[in-house]
């Protein structure tokens, strides 16, 4: 993005002034996240458990005031992106869809978290600063209970105007790269065992899957459909669609990938309001967001300048649709 450079340090001194309207009314599913982000950012460390589950190496941390978090730190494991996390959170609420849980960069001493991860060989991969601190994604710790969110096969058809999709790319994608080469002895997509989808659980979600489905794609979080949709949680059984787990996002490398095209292609059916807001974001305004963040920068020009490329594809795509289907169809909610 030619001269962005300039253009952040200036959104860097003003962002105070020009976001803190926007901040004030920012929040998680309609929350405010003014004091979550404060004790994020500020309180000191109560107490330190290692994290459960996941490949990467994590840590749940409580504060002195009591608010929860779950601390990602820097490390080499390839799909464990901080910075994606961070990123995440800020284009949630720039995009206005309140559905990333507060999070913020915060650096700790290591000497903080060492005792929790004592004999966990994953420590080798940590970023390890020479002062002996560790920067990372630091989130909010949701209280409630997360559900998966178990749809069945073919759930598909509910964010499509057609309705036939011989192979899914909304699975693994090593199963995904199987299926289109013909994987032997299957004739439809990876796990035939699971039961046919019937109605949604609710009758926000399918809006809620094709929100979700849109802001992995702009994000870039390839790692979001294995694992028997694992990282697919309602705030509840029945709740609101949550967009967790955003680490395997903001690739450095190439910025269009085979793998989140065909989920976006996949997508047939919009939430206008979501559409509206991705042709209102502005990736300069985003970037001087980003400049908030403790940990700023979070993204670098090649990152951003991709966003700004995934953008462009949503809207030429959801534009094709229209033409193709129809607005009645296409914006189904």
Not at 1 to 17: F, S
Not at 81 to 101: K, N, T
Not at 146 to 173: A, C, D, F, H, N
């Amino acid at each position: 993005m030619p001269g962005i450079a300039p253009i952040l340090l200036l959104l860097t001194l003003l962002w105070p002034l020009l976001g803190a309207s926007q901040e004030a009314s920012d929040g998680f599913l309609g929350e405010p996240d003014v004091d979550r982000i404060e004790a994020l950012r500020t309180a000191e460390i109560a107490e330190v458990t290692k994290g459960k589950g996941g490949r990467s190496l994590a840590f749940k941390i409580t504060l002195a005031d009591g608010t929860r978090g779950y601390f990602k730190p820097k490390q080499t494991f390839s799909a464990a992106h901080w910075y994606s996390e961070v990123a995440a959170y800020y284009l949630d609420r720039e995009l206005g869809i309140g559905r990333v849980p507060p999070t913020t960069g915060r650096e700790f001493r290591w000497s903080e978290l060492q005792q929790a991860a004592k004999g966990d060989a994953r420590v080798s991969e940590l970023r390890i600063a020479q002062d002996g601190t560790v920067k990372g994604a630091f989130i909010w710790w949701i209280p409630e209970p997360l559900k998966r969110v178990r749809m069945g096969r073919k759930w598909e058809r509910w964010i499509r105007v057609q309705k036939s999709l011989p192979i899914t790319p909304y699975q693994r994608p090593v199963d995904y790269r199987a299926d289109l080469r013909g994987r032997p002895g299957l004739r439809e997509a990876t796990d035939p065992s699971r039961p046919i989808a019937q109605a949604p659980d609710t009758e926000e979600r399918p809006a809620e899957l094709s929100d979700l489905i849109v802001f992995d794609y702009l994000t870039q979080n390839v790692d979001r459909w294995g694992g028997d949709f694992t990282n697919v949680r309602s705030r509840g059984a029945g709740g609101p669609l949550i967009c967790l787990d955003n680490g395997a996002g903001f690739w450095l490398g190439e910025q269009r990938l085979g793998l989140m095209e065909a989920r976006l292609k996949a997508l047939q059916r919009f939430r206008r309001t979501t559409i509206e807001a991705v042709r209102k974001l502005d990736i300069e305004r985003f970037a001087g967001r980003l400049q908030s963040d403790p940990l700023a920068p979070v993204l670098n020009e090649k990152q951003l300048d991709g966003l700004a490329q995934r953008r462009r594809a949503v809207l030429e795509h959801v534009d094709a649709m229209v033409t193709r289907f129809g607005e009645g169809q296409v914006f189904a909610w």
